[in-house]
């Protein structure tokens, strides 16, 4: 069946503007995880849905990163005046049963 | 974020040979999880494992839960040229719901 799906896989943007990233994830699964990839490291947590609710958002670096999932499908992680540092790769992933499953991701280049 | 510490950091071996890798953590998990990511891509994953002790294989691939919950395995047999990638180990925390990365392991396999 469709895996997780992620798009833009590519996106560039320049320093202060505003960007929106799309999830889908496998139908039927009820959590659904953002990360954030740095070159070289593991994906580190950013938040957590349970269906629409945002359960957990510790991870959010800064209040420029919002997320949502309003229906409990599919999912955006906005994040507003992007600064050169948030330039990574930004993860999705939904759940089963313990088993996470990850999309292709989104690269984020912010110039 | 927690990441969890995971050895060794990079491999270089003859197609052929057998590799372990391991990750441990100072905290006990109730889920592990092994992945591969290449490339552009997104993690792929291996092996769940939920049970301490637990011993699991997918193919060539084997993992262990560690006894103390707090560590993990990973072997490959028989290595070939496209086991080269990264990979990662995951716990799941106890609330259940945050998933935190190992540091990797670069893994070369030469012909």
């Known amino acids: 069946g469709a895996g997780v799906s992620q798009s833009p896989r590519y996106k560039v943007a320049k320093r202060g503007q505003d960007v929106a990233l799309r999830c889908d994830p496998i139908?039927?699964?009820?959590?659904l995880f953002w990360y954030q990839q740095a070159l070289g490291q593991g994906p580190e947590f950013l938040t957590y849905f349970q269906n629409e609710a945002q359960l957990d958002k510790s991870g959010l670096p800064s209040d420029r990163f919002f997320a949502e999932r309003p229906e409990g499908s599919v999912s955006t992680l906005k994040i507003q005046r992007t600064q050169q540092e948030d330039s990574a790769v930004y993860l999705c992933?939904?759940?089963?049963?313990?088993?996470?499953?990850f999309g292709p991701g989104t690269r984020l280049t912010v110039t | 974020g927690q990441q969890l510490n995971q050895s060794p950091q990079s491999m270089f071996i003859q197609e052929g040979e057998d590799v372990s890798m391991n990750c441990t953590s100072s905290?006990?998990?109730?889920?592990w999880l092994w992945y591969k990511q290449e490339p552009g891509e997104g993690p792929v994953l291996l092996i769940a494992l939920y049970k301490a002790g637990e011993l699991t294989s997918n193919g060539r691939l084997t993992a262990q839960f560690g006894i103390t919950r707090k560590d993990s395995f990973l072997n490959i047999s028989a290595s070939i040229p496209s086991d080269v990638g990264i990979y990662f180990c995951a716990g799941l925390s106890n609330t259940g719901n945050q998933f935190y990365f190992g540091t990797g392991t670069s893994l070369t396999v030469i012909p």
């Open positions: 905290s006990i998990f109730n889920t």
């Open positions: 992933a939904s759940c089963t049963t313990g088993e996470q499953y």
């Open positions: 139908s039927g699964h009820v959590s």
